[in-house]
C-alpha cells in the first residue's frame, strides 16, 4: 500500500494530477491533497474525480498506469 494526493493546483491542460508518495514531482504541503492508502493508482484517481470531476489524471512518471494524457 502506498499514500497518494491530487495537486489541488490544475496543470496548464487544466488536470488535477495524482502522486504517489515519494514521486520526484510531488506538489508542495500547501498545494496537494491526502486521497487515502491504496494498492495501486486506479482507486486513488477514481476518489480524486470525486474532488475534482472530469478533470484527473495520473502522474505520468509515479502513475503512469493512470496517466491518459
Known sequence: MASYYVN???QANGDHEVHKD?????????NKRYLGEFT??????TKAKTI????????ATCC???HTS
Do not use: I, K
Open 8 to 10: 489541488d493546483r490544475a
Open 22 to 30: 515519494g514521486c520526484m514531482f510531488m506538489p508542495s504541503a500547501g
Open 40 to 45: 495501486d493508482c486506479a482507486p486513488a484517481v
Open 52 to 59: 475534482y470531476p472530469g478533470s484527473t489524471n495520473g502522474c
Open 64 to 66: 503512469p498506469a493512470c
